[in-house]
């Protein structure tokens, strides 16, 4: 579990540690030193205590832009004319307090009164217009093909750049999974990954040393083959370790497969029993929500975390469907609400289990959408809102900088595409920091992370 | 094409002489050679082994049975493959209207009925090489009853599945335009009642189905040569299309809609035949398609579309970009160039100077060295098996019976392996082509794409799956097993499971190819000493075999 990335010297090319490489201290810049993330982290917060990040992942694209709309005046004029069928009605808008420094006041989608009232609390934020960005860009940086993140408008090439901040994508590794392999080493069971996913594999959490753990969101299923203490379970159990011990270190593959089957097995054991001695969450959730299935997860993972040693843990959970091609109209709502239900419910499962201040729940998507209408659906596009979540979360605010709505306006790329005027490795690293990464940690979890004014979006305090 | 054939098989006589490619004793004599056809020139005596067969319907079918080993073992590769070329389809859509009779295709029912006609067709059609293919295929061009509403219009996926049937042997150029009209595709990539733009609403042709035929069906994101490997200028590599080419091919793609409707956008919906063109709603205006291919002002909607697709289909990338996955999806992960180059040249000119033939692009596949000499040639050959296809084998191998309802059922293949026909999460199938699993494998820069679907959590909940498949539904567990349940016939295993060195090694050439080493061999049949033999009424040695060696990493990586 601690051995570091073999990475070639033409990756650390691409990672800017060309000077480095090949010499004893390129380890050193990488931070891959077991506890060298973790003991500045620590330092940082003053003592060991719990933090999670838990990263909501919508895929297919969800139009930000239906989410948080400007509901003010000529504000909410602009977007109306941008969208058109598609636009929500001014007076079906959940107002929100405050304005930005624009001027514009905003509203939530009519199918989000959960998340009105987290905002009201202050336990909910909105980052605007954020999406992958190689450095800040404008329209005329776009026109003119000035360093723009390859393959735009592709789904599996922009999940896989916003989960990776490192656009060749060569690393094979995600954000999620280079901050977990900085602080894994505050964990007392290093069996099990810092990194837990009730999504199934995904890039995001892995990276050189850490591949998440996954687990549904029933619980863990523990092979039936060997789930008994009878002779015959044992004598059964004795072969098949031995077949797993004789599939390492021969076929690349079947070594892969013996290693991930070991693992299964023995942290089968130890989740089970923890969850079955966790917390009961009373926290009644969303029925029929797959979202909020997997949060109802998160949340007793949660509660095992004393037991289980966790000091630091990301969690990765998905929703998919909001690639809305066509009917938009009647599709995305269903989604917003199944949304706005799972996050409220889940936020009400960290107050009840005493630790709302100390995980921050925050959404990922492809991309945004297209302001204009195909008719009765929106198109691929670039920027979009995201939200975050959580007690330390500065709430009830708009962070970043909400774009001109326009098509063929000045924030517009072409066919209503708005270019992010915030980039994920920004809205990443404001989550690292707070998560116990230092700042040098965040240069190398994201290497683009210079090129951009801030580091801290300040949505964490 | 004739000296790789050649090559080939002299190789499958190489590797039958000195008793097996992957190490393990080869379970079967070599027969003696067959008669030399009237007129023919064949290459020297080729009998393919029973290992090497098994091998070989492992890459060819949904699994290896008894009965299928024995009949191909004796005969050439080549005879095989070819009688399987020439084998007619078994389709999908005659057999779902017999399971459902009800009219509606868009309940459970419906659902259960397309999976049994599936399962029905894996499990037991003599097509077994047209049907793996298409399913293949299936996971390249990409619909799924997970998207767009599909899951209420089953008629109009088993229709989808049947021109993946019926073209896998046929033209490449065929298969792209039915896949293109097939209303299901229309409906889930978002070509069926895509309008012409009108620049006075803001209105835009979608350009779904445009980017996903270019990027998943036909070229791939980077340009490619003929060995598949990307090509390069400056250090970078060169894209294959851009987003303007995606914007024109979406203005193609414009005006199509169900056959027989009243009018465009209208009502009655026909899943079964092709989408037709309504011209009022086709953008007329002049176009330039990828590598500056200028389609004319004026042209109607199937023009235009021919147009389009023989400029995808004559593209250079075609070859090397769908060889080179179903080379993935039939045989090993992580082909060499130079195999990738035979396979992508047998697509660009079949012998006969015809571009884009099926069946001369599967025989490259199938019969090349690398395909037959396996890990002999590369230590890491092979590719992780699906886990569909994990249990497909089981019950082919152990002649599974139909349920009590005379029907091959099982609606939960996406919940326990998860997989299952036309039931992707997204267009981007259950894995991707370049995946890469985490550590020594990315490491070494391998590709893995199967492994996308293996974590803890799935290997388990699979495991558990096949466990049931053993232990639970057998013929003769009678009320134990669910009447409808699919039963393996476990009667030829006992009778081998007085003596266990025998019994694993049946199960070495039915399910492992023969490839099991004596290490795992012995280990095994010590085991099997120590269980009884009258256990289970005599089914406890063959049960725990099968278990054991279906669960193992060396027999889930198919080599």
Not at chain 1, 52 to 60: E, I, K, Q, R, W
Not at chain 2, 334 to 351: E, I
Not at chain 2, 461 to 482: E, K, M, Q, V
Request: proline content about 5%; some cysteine; charged content about 15%.
């Amino acid at each position: 579990m601690n051995k570091h990335p073999h990475w070639t010297r033409r990756e650390l090319l691409k990672c800017g540690l060309a000077a480095a490489a090949g010499s004893a201290s390129w380890r050193g810049a990488l931070g891959v030193l077991a506890g060298a993330g973790a003991s500045a982290a620590e330092a940082q917060l003053g003592g060991s205590d719990y933090r999670a990040l838990v990263c909501v992942y919508l895929f297919g694209a969800n139009d930000g832009y239906n989410l948080l709309v400007p509901r003010n005046g000529s504000f909410y004029s602009q977007y109306a004319t941008a969208r058109g069928n598609l636009a929500v009605p001014q007076a079906q808008l959940l107002s929100l307090n405050g304005a930005d420094t624009g001027g514009r006041e905003f509203g939530l989608h009519p199918n989000t009164p959960e998340l009105k009232s987290l905002y009201d609390t202050e336990n909910l934020a909105v980052v605007a217009n954020v999406g992958t960005l190689l450095q800040p860009t404008t329209k005329a940086d776009y026109l003119a093909s000035r360093n723009l993140p390859p393959r735009l408008f592709s789904h599996n090439d922009q999940q896989d750049q916003s989960m990776s901040s490192e656009p060749e994508a060569s690393l094979r590794a995600g954000w999620g999974g280079r901050l977990g392999e900085r602080l894994m080493s505050m964990n007392g069971n290093q069996q099990l990954s810092i990194n837990i996913s009730i999504a199934g594999n995904n890039r995001f959490q892995t990276a050189g040393s850490v591949v998440p753990y996954v687990i549904g969101s029933g619980g863990v299923t523990k092979l039936t083959a060997f789930n008994g203490t009878t002779p015959s379970f044992i004598n059964r159990k004795a072969v098949y370790d031995g077949i797993l011990d004789r599939s390492l270190g021969g076929h690349l593959f079947e070594a892969h497969s013996g290693a991930l089957t070991r693992r299964s097995m023995s942290l089968a054991d130890q989740v089970d029993s923890a969850l079955a001695a966790g917390p009961a969450i009373n926290t009644v959730f969303p029925a029929g929500n797959r979202l909020g299935d997997q949060l109802r997860m998160v949340a007793r993972l949660i509660g095992t975390r004393t037991n289980l040693q966790a000091k630091r843990q990301v969690f990765f959970v998905s929703l998919g469907g909001f690639d809305t091609h066509d009917d938009q109209l009647a599709d995305h709502p269903v989604l917003l609400t199944q949304v706005s239900q799972a996050l409220k419910a889940f936020h009400d499962a960290t107050v009840e289990l005493g630790v709302a201040n100390q995980v921050t729940t925050f959404t990922m998507s492809d991309f945004g959408r297209t302001l204009g209408s195909n008719g009765d659906g929106t198109d691929h596009a670039w920027g979009s809102n995201a939200l975050v979540l959580g007690g330390a979360v500065g709430g009830g605010r708009v962070y970043g900088t909400f774009p001109n709505l326009s098509i063929d306006g000045p924030d517009d790329a072409g066919k209503g595409r708005i270019i992010p005027t915030t980039s994920w490795d920004q809205y990443g690293a404001t989550l690292g920091r707070w998560f116990g990464a230092s700042d040098s940690d965040l240069n190398l979890v994201f290497p683009h992370l210079n090129r951009f004014a801030s580091s801290d979006l300040g949505f964490l305090g | 094409m004739r000296s790789i054939l050649h090559a080939a098989l002299f190789a499958v006589l190489l590797l039958s002489a000195c008793g097996g490619g992957g190490g393990g004793s080869d379970s079967g004599g070599i027969t003696p050679p067959p008669e030399p056809p009237p007129g023919g020139n064949p290459p020297p005596t080729t009998a393919v082994t029973k290992a090497e067969a098994a091998r070989v319907l492992t890459q060819a079918s949904f699994g290896p049975t008894q009965t299928e080993i024995d009949a191909l073992a004796g005969q050439t590769l080549a005879s095989w493959v070819d009688a399987q070329l020439a084998a007619p389809p078994s389709l999908h859509l005659p057999l779902y209207r017999t399971y459902n009779t009800s009219g509606d295709d868009g309940n459970g029912p419906a659902r259960t009925a397309r999976q049994e006609a599936w399962f029905e067709h894996a499990l037991a059609a003599p097509d077994q090489l047209r049907q793996r293919v298409a399913f293949a295929l299936s996971e390249i061009m990409v619909v799924s009853e997970q998207g767009a509403g599909l899951n209420n219009v089953q008629h109009g996926l088993a229709w989808y599945y049947d021109i993946l049937v019926a073209n896998a042997f046929g033209d490449f150029r065929t298969l792209l335009e039915q896949v293109t009209l097939a209303p299901a595709m229309g409906r889930y990539l978002s070509m069926l009642g895509n309008q012409k733009p009108n620049p006075a609403t803001g209105l835009r042709a979608d350009e779904n189905f445009a980017r996903e035929i270019m990027q998943l069906m036909t070229l791939g994101l980077v340009q490619l040569n003929t060995d598949g490997t990307p090509r390069v200028q400056g250090g970078q590599a060169l894209s294959s299309y851009t987003q303007i080419d995606i914007e024109n091919l979406a203005r193609v793609f414009t005006g199509w809609w169900f056959a027989g409707a009243n009018r465009f956008g209208a009502n009655p919906q026909n899943w079964t035949a092709p989408m037709v063109p309504y011209e009022d709603f086709h953008d007329r205006d002049a176009k330039i398609l990828v590598g500056n291919v200028a389609v004319p002002a004026g042209l109607g909607a199937a023009q235009d579309l021919d147009l389009a697709l023989d400029t995808l289909f004559q593209h250079p990338n075609v070859g090397p970009f769908i060889g080179r996955q179903l080379i993935q999806k039939l045989v090993t992960s992580n082909p060499s160039p130079a195999y990738v180059g035979r396979v992508a040249s047998a697509f660009n000119d079949n012998g006969a100077g015809v571009r884009g033939d099926m069946k001369a692009l599967v025989r490259a596949i199938l019969l090349d060295e690398e395909a037959r000499r396996g890990t002999a040639l590369s230590p890491n050959f092979g590719k992780p098996r699906e886990p569909l296809l994990v249990q497909t084998h089981l019950w082919r191998a152990l002649s599974a019976a139909r349920g009590n309802n005379g029907r091959y059922t099982y609606a939960t293949a996406s919940a326990d392996f998860g997989q299952a026909a036309l039931a992707a999460p997204s267009v981007f199938n259950f894995f991707s082509p370049s995946y890469m699993a985490s550590g020594a494998i990315a490491n070494a820069g391998l590709f893995s794409p199967e492994f996308q679907l293996a974590n803890e959590s799935s290997i388990a909940i699979a495991f558990n799956r096949l466990y049931t498949s053993i232990f639970r539904d057998y013929a003769g567990n009678g009320g134990a097993s669910p009447a409808n349940a699919i039963r393996v016939d476990l009667a030829n295993l006992v009778a081998q499971s007085a003596d266990p060195a025998a019994l694993v090694e049946s199960l070495n050439l039915l399910l492992s190819s023969g490839q099991m080493s004596a290490a795992e061999k012995s280990a095994l049949a010590a085991y099997l000493t120590g269980v009884s033999a009258t256990a289970a009424g005599g089914r406890q040695r063959a049960q725990e075999a099968l278990y054991l060696i279906l669960t193992s990493p060396m027999y889930l990586v198919q080599k």
